[in-house]
């Protein structure tokens, strides 16, 4: 069903325009001739969390780097001193990333809710903003491309297509990628007749990833904040059909 005001795309059963409430053929040919008004889905306002995050992500990555630069200078004796510092910067690094994480992933699932009431057409369901992260191998995709739509979404509708209109979604995943990719660590230990091989990886415990990582959190920030002031980021307030 194709709203006759602003040409939003609605699903079939709908009885008002998700985007900006029209109850008007086509889309209310179902509904009741009595009057009504039309009322817009509610949508998040992302003004709070994108405020926080914007300071959150460039603090982040400032501890991955002073993390990488202190685990980097610690003696193979560990010196008392030292240990206890690095300690506690492993666990402001940990506490800051929890907070962050938690944060980002409720601010990605509200900007895709959002996004849903525009008339870009949404590859992924809300819940995949969440889920998608922690479902292999869908996680090395699916955010993307969900953040690629919530940016499209924002867009004036003639700078929506191609590449080129999203290049800070791809900028940030290209990072974000590399940060995972130069987190691999081989290590050797032999030791009287035990000889030990690991591979593992490790996000942002080597120079390289840690760059990437902070780089991608950065670019992140710059997304979060774009998106949660733009049209994405307010709450829809109700529309007046006109009718009464």
């Not at 969440?130 to 090395?140: D, I, K, M, S």
Request: proline share 6%; net charge positive; hydrophobic share 50%.
């Amino acid at each position: 069903m194709i709203c006759g005001v602003c040409g939003n795309h609605n699903p079939a059963d709908a009885v008002a325009c998700l985007r900006c409430g029209n109850i008007t053929a086509p889309v209310a040919n179902s509904l009741q001739s009595t009057p009504q008004r039309g009322l817009m889905p509610q949508a998040y306002s992302l003004t709070l969390l994108g405020n926080i995050l914007t300071v959150l992500l460039p603090i982040t990555a400032l501890l991955w780097l002073l993390h990488l630069s202190d685990t980097g200078t610690v003696p193979a004796s560990y010196q008392a001193g030292i240990s206890v510092h690095v300690s506690t910067m492993s666990l402001l690094l940990g506490a800051v990333m929890v907070a962050m994480i938690v944060l980002f992933l409720t601010w990605f699932y509200r900007a895709r809710k959002n996004a849903g009431l525009s008339t870009w057409r949404q590859r992924w369901s809300p819940g995949w903003a969440v889920g998608a992260w922690f479902l292999p191998p869908v996680f090395a995709w699916f955010p993307y491309q969900i953040m690629a739509d919530i940016w499209r979404a924002g867009r004036p509708p003639n700078r929506r297509v191609g590449a080129a209109n999203a290049v800070l979604p791809g900028l940030w995943w290209a990072l974000w990628v590399l940060a995972w990719i130069t987190s691999f660590q081989y290590q050797h230990v032999e030791s009287a007749n035990i000889s030990v091989t690991r591979y593992n990886l490790n996000f942002g415990g080597t120079t390289l990833s840690a760059t990437f990582a902070a780089a991608a959190a950065i670019v992140l920030a710059v997304i979060v904040r774009l998106v949660s002031s733009g049209p994405v980021g307010h709450v829809l307030a109700p529309v007046d059909t006109g009718q009464t």
